[in-house]
């Protein structure tokens, strides 16, 4: 079982950048991982995923703003977001892409 524990998250002004961070329990050398989002009253969208050879893939609305990383010696896997705009106001989720494991979520609000 793995446990995933998200950071990073905050106020921030349109323009401004963010780095989130996901820290899991164990080993995620040879997962696949990957950052979703869900805004109030919308369903929740895949925003990136890298893959166990460290292949990586963004949501078009975020292509060019938001790089996910991953540090394997860290257990960790990281998103960062520049350039950030209103509509990306939404608690972020870590997962283990096509499992059952979550992270708790960390609220991202981008407002003036």
């Known amino acids: 079982q793995v446990q995933l524990v998200e950071s990073g998250g905050g106020l921030v002004q349109p323009g401004g950048s963010l780095r989130l961070s996901c820290a899991a329990s164990g080993s995620i050398a040879s997962i696949p991982m990957g950052w979703y989002r869900q805004a109030p009253g919308k369903q929740r969208e895949l925003v990136a995923f890298i893959t166990r050879d460290g292949g990586t893939n963004n949501a078009a609305s975020v292509k060019g703003r938001f790089t996910i990383s991953r540090d394997n010696a860290k257990n960790t896997v990281y998103l960062q977001m520049n350039s950030l705009k209103p509509e990306d106001t939404a608690v972020y989720y870590c997962?283990?892409?096509?499992?059952?494991?979550w992270g708790q979520g960390t609220q991202v609000t981008v407002s003036p």
């Open positions: 997962t283990v892409i096509g499992t059952a494991y």
